[in-house]
């Protein structure tokens, strides 16, 4: 699977951004999917994922700030980001395996990063 991650930029705090992760090359909807984040000089870390049953799960720092969905006709993951902080600023990442829960290592398909700025 590649995958091609897009829709980061530069938002206000308080601003929302849809980001959104296209797959290709074998069936998605199989697949689970998350996205993770990296802010400079920090780890990786989990931000929201979803099943391939369509069951959702967050870190708690964006839950109810975050939504998670997936149009498999379009074999796309979307990440829509609401009320948006500074410390949300990093280079956001789409991934997917059949069961990777919510450790990064877990994952074999993996997206280019896309840069989220919230300014102040």
């Known amino acids: 699977v590649q995958l091609q991650a897009s829709g980061g930029g530069l938002v206000q705090a308080g601003g929302s951004l849809r980001l959104s992760c296209v797959a290709s090359g074998r069936t998605f909807s199989n697949l689970g999917v998350v996205w993770f984040r990296q802010a400079p000089g920090k780890e990786r870390e989990f931000v929201a994922g979803?099943?391939?049953?369509?069951?959702?799960y967050y870190a708690d720092s964006v839950k109810g700030r975050f939504t998670i969905s997936r149009d498999n006709a379009k074999n796309t993951v979307y990440l829509q980001m609401n009320s948006l902080k500074a410390e949300d600023t990093a280079d956001y990442y789409c991934?997917?395996?059949?069961?990777?829960?919510?450790?990064?290592?877990?994952?074999?398909?993996w997206g280019q990063g896309t840069l989220v700025t919230v300014s102040s």
């Open positions: 979803m099943t391939w049953t369509g069951q959702t």
């Open positions: 991934a997917a395996a059949q069961h990777g829960g919510r450790q990064w290592s877990n994952y074999d398909y």
